[in-house]
DNA sequence: TTGAAAGTTGAACCACCATTCAAGTTTATT
DNA sequence: AATAAACTTGAATGGTGGTTCAACTTTCAA
């Protein structure tokens, strides 16, 4: 769960041995189940300590707050989705080039498969809203900001309308997030690829050029 | 703010004077206000009492609890949202008939309206999320149900898609709750009008038939 | 091996509310 | 005017849960 091994997590104080790096791991990893189960407020402190077999006391070796965990797990899970899609539409573009189309249905599969494993991202990013304003924002303009480059790539490459600005980026996240929310955590029983092609399909005939969507 | 003026508020004890009425009122503005600018949770309900001028025990002479008052208030927001929505339609349906274009263009449009006058109705309706889950699943799912019916009252008429099915719907919603968040409760500077025809145009050649697309 | 640094432990502290309640005031009714 | 019902008031209660801390154990380095 959560990054990788080494690098050191934001909010978190870094530990200095083996044993150190375990006992964060473990607090990480239970306070990502808990914040998910309960939210961030009926989550207490005891609740994330005892999950992670580890003493109360413990948390403070680690953690300057309870907050400042719930903000550390907040830019963890919001560069996981970050780098979670950019590895995908990457691994898109070794083979061939890509129509816009093409890397917005990957971009959307990997988030719909990303948050199907993580059902707490949901939950941990809409309450980030409460608990780090600054972080909630920053996630949900860092998103946009990220699609509506590729929209204008592809506005450049003249696949997609020339016209195509920050609403539309905007129009484009809502339309993944709510689609992850339906199918990804609320249930799983459509497959991603049939809902990523759906959303392909609204896209196809809404920002390509009209001329091209004729065809 | 909130609901129309003399039905009695689900969740709340029901007046018998006009001096309870005129508190009760109070009670909710308060609440609304407060819940919006700190959550569900860093509101008391002393902050809450002292902002409606009221003293602190007499809040529980109209509701059980803080959650019965929030429950309460969603309630409110959600059916505020609907009837709103709703009576734009309605209005638009009293002149001609309107495509479904027209429908949607409208109902974004009101939606926009709304929100950037009800700025609280975001945080309210997110933070449902943790405090009342079934109230919070039963206003996506059911503003996901009314735009279904209409997207597929569009396709019976021959103007969308014969496969519009829950999923479109529910891209359609997620555009409109984050074109809402960021142009009407984020920032105010363009005009919803603008964004409004803006997705419509992103539907207009996604979920119309190609053939009338190519148009 | 040994001392210092790192990490662990859980009881105790404390601040913060949600909620209750008994005593008071206002309003409606006859 | 008189009485009951409706409503108001804010101090007191009780529980919760974040945070601190001093004693203890483990790990690391020389």
């Known amino acids: 769960m959560t990054a990788k091994g080494s690098e050191s997590i934001a909010g978190a104080k870094t530990p200095r041995t083996a044993r150190g790096r375990k006992t964060l791991r473990k607090l990480l990893d239970a306070a990502a189940v808990e914040?998910?189960?309960?939210?961030?407020?009926?989550?207490?402190?005891?609740?994330?300590?005892?999950?992670?077999?580890?003493?109360?006391?413990?948390?403070?070796?680690?953690?300057?707050?309870?907050?400042?965990?719930?903000q550390a797990l907040v830019q963890d899970m919001s560069s996981q989705v970050k780098s979670h899609a950019a590895s995908a539409v990457g691994a898109l573009k070794e083979n061939a080039e890509p129509s816009a189309l093409d890397v917005e249905e990957v971009a959307l599969a990997s988030?719909?498969?990303?948050?199907?494993?993580?059902?707490?991202?949901?939950?941990i990013i809409d309450e980030s809203e409460f608990v780090d304003p600054v972080a909630y924002r920053a996630h949900?303009?860092?998103?946009?900001?990220?699609?509506?480059?590729?929209?204008?790539?592809?506005?450049?490459?003249g696949e997609l309308s020339p016209d195509v600005e920050e609403?539309?980026?905007?129009?484009?996240?809502?339309?993944?997030?709510?689609?992850?929310?339906?199918?990804?955590?609320?249930?799983?029983?459509?497959?991603?690829?049939?809902?990523?092609?759906?959303?392909?399909k609204i896209l196809e005939k809404g920002i390509t050029q009209s001329s091209r969507a004729s065809r």
């Open 111 to 123: 988030f719909l498969r990303f948050a199907s494993e993580h059902k707490e991202i949901y939950r």
């Open 140 to 157: 949900y303009e860092g998103t946009a900001a990220r699609i509506l480059e590729r929209l204008q790539a592809g506005a450049q490459a």
């Open 167 to 200: 609403a539309h980026a905007w129009a484009v996240m809502g339309m993944n997030v709510f689609l992850g929310l339906r199918y990804a955590v609320w249930s799983q029983d459509n497959d991603s690829l049939d809902i990523a092609s759906i959303a392909r």
């Open 35 to 70: 914040f998910g189960e309960k939210g961030f407020h009926a989550a207490s402190v005891i609740s994330i300590t005892s999950r992670a077999e580890v003493a109360l006391g413990s948390f403070y070796t680690y953690f300057d707050s309870k907050d400042a965990l719930f």
